[in-house]
């Protein structure tokens, strides 16, 4: 029989990813408390404590980090090892379109801008699981319809891909310009 979760002796349930987040919170408070000297100054003696620049910086960073110290003692009380290492490969999992991205930009310089965001597109489509030919297509569409907006529409400056150099002028030009 399970007992009421509101009688005051209970222990909270923590939830997966609780104690990654907590000392994740309590390193970013204890690293920007480290910095605060730097980025906001305590004036002189006999300037009144209220008129500090560095004050509410500070009362807020050593807010953040007391509480998150009590979050992370919180969390070893009521710790639950098997599902926190689950947690954070779960979180990691994120990174995989960060790495996406910084592909998409190391080969825009390489094969412009239209060529670019057709492959990075449509390989994102498939890799998330839409590989039949109507997602492709509208995966290709939308990335045409980027660059004509955002290029031809908008005449954002994006240089054009070294691949360009393969053409002729006068095409090497119209690409670099539209597309």
């Given at each position: 029989?399970?007992?009421?979760?509101?009688?005051?002796?209970?222990?909270?349930?923590?939830?997966?990813?609780?104690?990654?987040?907590?000392?994740?919170?309590?390193?970013?408070?204890?690293?920007?408390?480290?910095?605060?000297?730097?980025?906001?100054?305590?004036?002189?003696?006999?300037?009144?404590?209220?008129?500090?620049?560095?004050?509410?910086?500070?009362?807020?960073?050593?807010?953040?980090?007391?509480?998150?110290?009590?979050?992370?003692?919180?969390?070893?009380r009521a710790r639950r090892p098997d599902t926190e290492w689950r947690e954070i490969l779960v979180w990691l999992r994120a990174?995989?379109?960060?790495?996406?991205?910084?592909?998409?930009?190391?080969?825009?310089?390489?094969?412009?801008?239209?060529?670019?965001?057709?492959?990075?597109?449509?390989?994102?489509?498939?890799?998330?699981?839409?590989?039949?030919?109507?997602?492709?297509?509208?995966?290709?569409?939308?990335?045409?319809?980027?660059?004509?907006?955002?290029?031809?529409?908008?005449?954002?400056?994006?240089?054009?891909?070294?691949?360009?150099?393969?053409?002729?002028?006068?095409?090497?030009?119209?690409?670099?310009?539209?597309?």
């Open positions: 029989m399970r007992p009421d979760a509101s009688h005051p002796h209970d222990r909270p349930i923590r939830q997966r990813g609780e104690l990654p987040f907590a000392l994740g919170m309590l390193l970013f408070a204890l690293v920007m408390i480290g910095f605060l000297g730097d980025q906001a100054k305590w004036f002189p003696k006999g300037v009144k404590p209220h008129a500090q620049p560095a004050l509410w910086p500070a009362i807020g960073l050593i807010g953040m980090a007391f509480f998150s110290a009590l979050h992370v003692l919180a969390c070893l990174f995989e379109f960060v790495l996406w991205y910084l592909a998409y930009a190391f080969l825009t310089p390489w094969l412009g801008y239209l060529l670019a965001s057709l492959m990075t597109m449509v390989a994102l489509i498939w890799r998330v699981g839409l590989r039949d030919r109507a997602s492709l297509m509208w995966g290709a569409a939308f990335a045409i319809g980027m660059v004509l907006v955002f290029k031809t529409g908008l005449s954002v400056k994006i240089p054009g891909g070294a691949i360009y150099g393969l053409f002729p002028e006068p095409v090497r030009i119209f690409l670099s310009l539209n597309f």
